[in-house]
């Protein structure tokens, strides 16, 4: 049976090299070898400039240069892998350093490639090819196991992930973001009266629906457990967050699955709950999980089929499914 899955496993079609030294010849000869072959390539002089690009647009193999003025290539690889964001990115030392302490020294340090100069170009260009392999195969092993196994979409550990990279990222640019929990209503009633083998058939229709309706290519919806979705929106304000909610239940409504034992409809509906924030270092991201829970649990309260932002007061449901409160 199909499920998201294929669409979030295709192979990507190209992958980017981001190619660092300090002489402009250098890269330019660089950049002559290594430019065909459907590869992105990536040029900076400065260890400082290679970090900017590689937090801002993570490439898939880095070529690092060791002798750089004001910051080395052995100092540019210990806070590659200090962050989160860049530290799985393979990086192969091209330098003029051979002795073989050097080479220990960046291995030692991370680096899963030592090339001395002056180097043979096919040589460099088949380690380049072997390296972007393995990493298209590691990636693709790593998204695998982040995927939840009945839905396809994302697993409660991708959430974990990212939730924590994307309060990094928005805490350096000092950008709000949002959490969106997510309950499919009365779904043990669901269960328990058309069974488990067609609950799990409205999970896959939700996650679809809830899918489509999260476009942008930074957010992430993930499956929490259960009947539970969670949704990360990195730079949204409350406001942005609210929009997205109620377009995610508005597409469920739209769906139109029978829930015959629901007292809120006789379709399948979801609660929402939205917590927002600009992250800062006296916060932690988990805690953005336990205020989103909290506001559907209000959403619980004032109905169901229904919107609630965190700290706002309830409010009369009034008919179900008016949406935003």
Request: with cysteine; aromatic share 4%.
């Amino acid at each position: 049976m199909s499920t998201l899955r294929e669409e979030l496993v295709e192979p990507v079609s190209s992958q980017t090299v981001l190619l660092v030294d300090d002489v402009p010849a250098n890269l330019d000869v660089l950049l002559e070898h290594l430019q065909s072959g459907g590869i992105r390539l990536l040029a900076a002089t400065s260890g400082r400039e290679a970090l900017v690009l590689a937090q801002k647009n993570p490439p898939d193999l880095i070529l690092l240069d060791v002798m750089m003025p004001g910051m080395d290539g052995y100092e540019v690889l210990k806070r590659l892998k200090d962050d989160i964001a860049t530290r799985d990115i393979p990086v192969i030392f091209v330098t003029a350093m051979s002795d073989s302490v050097d080479e220990a020294k960046g291995l030692a340090l991370g680096a899963v490639d030592y090339i001395a100069k002056p180097f043979v170009v096919p040589v460099l260009k088949a380690r380049v090819k072997n390296h972007l392999e393995l990493k298209r195969k590691s990636d693709l092993l790593a998204k695998l196991a982040l995927l939840d196994g009945l839905t396809g979409i994302a697993n409660r550990r991708q959430l974990e992930l990212t939730l924590e990279l994307e309060w990094a990222r928005c805490l350096r640019n000092g950008c709000p973001l949002s959490v969106i929990m997510i309950d499919v209503d009365h779904f043990k009633a669901y269960n328990d009266h058309l069974g488990h083998g067609q609950g799990d058939e409205c999970l896959r229709a939700v996650a679809k629906a809830l899918h489509g309706a999260t476009r942008r290519a930074g957010d992430l919806l993930a499956r929490y457990g259960g009947e539970e979705f969670v949704v990360v929106l990195p730079s949204s304000s409350t406001e942005d967050a609210l929009q997205t909610a109620e377009a995610l239940r508005r597409c469920v409504l739209r769906q139109r699955l029978s829930h015959p034992n629901s007292p809120v409809s006789h379709l399948v509906t979801i609660s929402l709950g939205i917590a927002s924030a600009v992250p800062s270092k006296t916060r932690i991201a988990s805690h953005m999980m336990e205020v989103a829970d909290a506001a559907l649990y209000q959403a619980k309260k004032a109905g169901r089929n229904c919107v609630r932002r965190a700290g706002e007061e309830l409010e009369d449901a009034g008919s179900n499914g008016s949406g935003l409160r």
